[in-house]
């Protein structure tokens, strides 16, 4: 449920109003250099603060409680937490009686019987992206730490339809409402062989963790849905040489579900931020009317803005555990 991964393997908890969040990270092998300022660079990055995304702003420091000793990973679990101190839980009381359109209360009031923690979205909330960008930072260097390093670059392809990002974001502010994006993401370094067909297929568990993240709502591989106007002679990836390298890569470096050593590339669909300034119309569950109603509190104009050091994240954590796995289980008899 809250658990992903299979030798690396994270946990994370909290809500976005409580006393704050965090992860635990087990499998993670020993020896691995780690201090506070590894995390810093890719934490700023998810933080606010741009021109669209929301006021809220926290300290985010990581407090590291456990796994890590003389500033190295010691192999045992890796426990790191976030206090959460700018709250502002009273924009959030009406929500008990008026679900938010777009938002998780509902049907979390409904799974949960009423005792789910609604302030800001609770455990439903994008505050718990900040622990899944904790682990990606650790996912990251075990990733770095082999003979052929693995990068992973993600960023913006566009706005609100538009590859001119301050004229999507313009739009949105136009019309006194949110806007989703497009992200891209690419790993390179990979090696060959990656991923455990039919159901570990490295797309599977990507797409698992991907949709993870909350107001993802697609995504794609390579050429993605452009295959579906594509003859097969031209989506084919013709090999080029022994190692594996194509001449195109519609495949977005995955064949069979298998990594072909070719750059892994995919890209993700972020929906509009639920929380915008416009009136909407919603259920009231106390009088069972419909009633206008109009979202308080403090919000992205665009989420897409601060996806992609999640996405990093995510895909670091899923590449990691299969590098460990790899490592871990021989593909072949040792005297073939």
Same mark, same amino acid.
């Given at each position: 449920m809250n658990s992903l991964g299979r030798i690396f393997r994270i946990s994370i908890f909290g809500e976005s109003h409580g006393p704050g969040v965090g992860v635990v990270i087990d499998g993670c092998p020993a020896g691995i250099p780690l201090v506070v300022d590894d995390f810093l660079p890719d934490i700023a990055r998810r933080k606010p603060g741009a021109r669209g995304t929301t006021p809220r702003q926290e300290a985010d420091l990581p407090i590291i409680q456990s796994g890590v000793f003389q500033q190295h990973t010691t192999g045992s679990p890796i426990t790191i937490w976030f206090e959460n101190q700018n709250i502002r839980s009273a924009d959030y009381e009406k929500q008990r009686d008026v679900p938010r359109p777009g938002h998780a209360d509902f049907v979390a009031h409904v799974k949960y019987g009423g005792y789910e923690d609604y302030r800001g979205g609770g455990h439903f909330s994008g505050r718990l992206t900040l622990p899944l960008v904790a682990a990606g930072v650790i996912a990251k260097k075990? $990733?770095? &730490?082999?003979?052929?390093?693995?990068?992973?670059?993600?960023?913006?392809?566009?706005?609100?339809?538009?590859?001119? $990002?301050?004229?999507?974001?313009? %739009?949105?502010?136009?019309? %006194?409402? &949110?806007?989703?994006?497009?992200?891209?993401?690419?790993?390179?370094?990979? +090696?060959?062989? $990656?991923?455990?067909?039919?159901?570990?297929?490295?797309?599977?568990?990507?797409?698992?963790?991907?949709?993870?993240?909350?107001?993802?709502?697609?995504?794609?591989?390579?050429?993605?849905?452009?295959?579906?106007?594509?003859?097969?002679?031209?989506?084919?990836?013709?090999?080029?040489?022994?190692? *594996?390298?194509?001449?195109?890569?519609?495949?977005? *470096? =995955?064949?069979?579900?298998?990594?072909?050593?070719? +750059?892994?590339?995919?890209? =993700? =669909? =972020? %929906?509009?931020? &639920? &929380?915008?300034?416009?009136?909407?119309?919603?259920?009231?569950?106390?009088t069972g009317e419909i009633e206008p109603f109009q979202v308080k509190g403090r919000h992205d104009l665009c989420i897409a803005l601060r996806v992609p050091v999640v996405l990093e994240a995510v895909t670091a954590i899923v590449l990691a555990d299969l590098m460990l796995i790899a490592q871990q289980r021989p593909t072949r008899y040792p005297g073939v």
């Open positions: 075990i $990733l770095q &730490s082999g003979d052929s390093p693995v990068d992973i670059q993600a960023r913006i392809l566009e706005i609100g339809g538009e590859t001119d $990002l301050d004229k999507g974001l313009e %739009k949105a502010i136009a019309a %006194k409402d &949110s806007i989703g994006g497009i992200v891209e993401c690419t790993a390179t370094g990979l +090696p060959i062989g $990656l991923g455990e067909p039919f159901f570990d297929s490295v797309e599977s568990l990507l797409a698992h963790a991907v949709f993870s993240i909350p107001a993802v709502k697609g995504i794609e591989f390579g050429a993605g849905f452009r295959a579906a106007r594509m003859f097969g002679s031209e989506h084919n990836d013709a090999l080029i040489d022994t190692r *594996g390298k194509t001449a195109t890569n519609h495949a977005g *470096g =995955v064949v069979g579900g298998i990594t072909n050593g070719n +750059p892994l590339i995919f890209r =993700v =669909v =972020v %929906k509009p931020t &639920s &929380s915008t300034p416009k009136t909407q119309h919603t259920l009231n569950l106390r």
